[in-house]
Nanobody, 124 residues
Framework: QVQLVESGGGLVQAGGSLKLSCAAS????????MGWFRQAPGKEREFVAA????????LYSDSVKGRFTISRGNDRNTVFLQMNTLQPVDTAVYYC?????????????????WGRGTQVTVSS
């Protein structure tokens, strides 16, 4: 069974940091592009960041650029999202996603696999 499992979410005060992880199982995602999306209560899912299979190219939403960093583990089968200077508006469920087109970093949610999400709550 193919799975993407997110971890690392939690409650943090404004200005704090969290690092999310996404681990793949059931198949290798080392050749896939990976992305992070988030969905706040009552809002649509929105793009956060994406990285190509090699880790060489990244894409960020304007709202997180300069604060969040996406990266891949050495085996390229794990992806991380380092989130700094968190603000209450960053509160959401964060989802990991995989795109079989490994060179494609896109804000569109046309990814092939999705995790179940991890909750991030930022208090003011």
């Amino acid at each position: 069974q193919v799975q993407l499992v997110e971890s690392g979410g939690g409650l943090v005060q404004a200005g704090g940091s969290l690092k999310l992880s996404c681990a793949a199982s059931g198949r290798t995602f080392s050749t896939y592009a990976m992305g992070w999306f988030r969905q706040a209560p009552g809002k649509e899912r929105e793009f956060v960041a994406a990285v190509t299979w090699s880790g060489g190219n990244t894409l960020y939403s304007d709202s997180v650029k300069g604060r969040f960093t996406i990266s891949r583990g050495n085996d390229r089968n794990t992806v991380f999202l380092q989130m700094n200077t968190l603000q209450p508006v960053d509160t959401a469920v964060y989802y990991c996603a995989a795109n079989r087109v490994g060179t494609k970093v896109t804000k569109n949610p046309d990814y092939d696999y999705w995790g179940r999400g991890t909750q991030v709550t930022v208090s003011s």
